[in-house]
C-alpha cells in the first residue's frame, strides 16, 4: 500500500542543537501531519500542514517548532533548540484531504534522543 | 469531537476471533468511526472505517449499533501479528479539525 518514509530513523543529539526530521509523503496526498509519541504514552498531535500552511497545531507545538514543504520536497519539522523533553518518536502523517477525512498514512517514525 | 471508550486491554489464544469494544456515546450525525492499530516500533495503521452498520474487509470487521454509540471491531483468527493496541477514533467533515486524536486505546496480546 502507499507509505510515508521517515528520514532519519533515529538521531541522537545535544540539547540546545537544531533537528531536523523529514517526511517523504505519500505522492499526490494535501494534508500532511505531525505526531509525538513518547515511550509507552499515547500518540499526541502536534501540527497539520495544507496547501503550504500550518492548518492547526496543538500547546505541544512550541515556539521552537517549525514545520515546511518547499515545493516537492520534503515535509519536514524543526525544532530548534531541542530540549529534553523534546525526547520522543515523531511519526508522520499524509492524508489525500478530501473525502475520507479519517484514514492517515502513518510512517514508521523518527526516534528523537536528546542528550 | 466524540469521545470514545475502550477497554485498556485484552487477551485472548491464537486462532480466536477477538472482538473490541468502543463507546462513543456522544458521536455526531457527520462523524465516522474509524479503526486503527500500532504495532510495536511502528506508527499506526488504518484498519476500516465505518458509519452505520456493518463493514466488512480482508483485515477485519466492524459492526456499528443502531443508535451509533457502541462498535465492535471483530478480528477473526488472531495471530501474533495482531497483537498490538487497537485505537477508536470518530471524526468526521464538519468537526472543524483535520486532525485525530489516539486515546489510550485497547492493547491486545496473546496468551502463550
Known amino acids: 500500500g502507499p507509505k510515508v518514509l521517515q528520514i532519519p530513523s533515529h538521531q541522537i543529539i545535544d540539547m540546545g542543537q537544531m533537528v531536523t526530521l523529514n517526511c517523504d509523503p505519500v505522492?499526490?496526498?494535501?494534508?500532511f501531519y505531525w505526531y509525538k509519541q513518547i515511550l509507552g504514552q499515547q500518540m499526541e498531535f502536534l501540527v497539520n500542514?495544507?496547501?503550504?500552511?500550518?492548518?492547526?497545531k496543538s500547546k505541544l507545538f512550541k515556539d521552537q517548532f517549525s514545520v515546511e514543504r518547499p515545493d516537492g520536497s520534503y515535509f519536514t519539522l524543526k525544532i530548534q533548540p531541542t530540549a529534553l523533553e523534546d525526547s520522543a518518536v515523531y511519526f508522520c502523517?499524509?492524508?489525500?484531504?478530501?473525502?475520507?477525512?479519517?484514514?492517515?498514512?502513518f510512517g514508521e517514525g523518527s526516534k528523537l534522543t536528546v542528550l | 469531537l466524540a469521545k470514545t471508550t475502550q477497554p485498556p486491554s485484552m487477551e485472548a489464544y491464537e486462532g480466536q476471533e477477538v472482538n473490541v469494544s468502543c463507546s462513543h456515546t456522544?458521536?455526531?450525525?457527520?462523524?465516522?468511526i474509524y479503526w486503527y492499530r500500532q504495532v510495536p516500533h511502528q506508527g499506526p495503521q488504518f484498519i476500516i472505517q465505518?458509519?452505520?452498520d456493518y463493514v466488512v474487509n480482508e483485515v477485519a470487521s466492524l459492526f456499528i449499533s443502531a443508535d451509533r454509540k457502541l462498535s465492535t471491531l471483530s478480528l477473526p483468527w488472531v495471530s501474533l501479528r495482531d497483537a498490538a493496541v487497537y485505537y477508536c477514533?470518530?471524526?468526521?467533515?464538519?468537526?472543524?479539525?483535520?486532525?485525530?486524536?489516539f486515546g489510550k486505546g485497547t492493547k491486545f496480546s496473546l496468551i502463550p
Open positions: 465505518g458509519y452505520k
Open positions: 477514533i470518530v471524526t468526521g467533515p464538519g468537526t472543524g479539525s483535520n486532525r485525530l486524536t
Open positions: 502523517a499524509s492524508s489525500p484531504g478530501t473525502g475520507n477525512t479519517g484514514q492517515l498514512y
Open positions: 500542514f495544507y496547501n503550504g500552511k500550518v492548518m492547526e
Open positions: 505522492s499526490n496526498h494535501l494534508y
Open positions: 456522544n458521536i455526531a450525525t457527520s462523524e465516522y
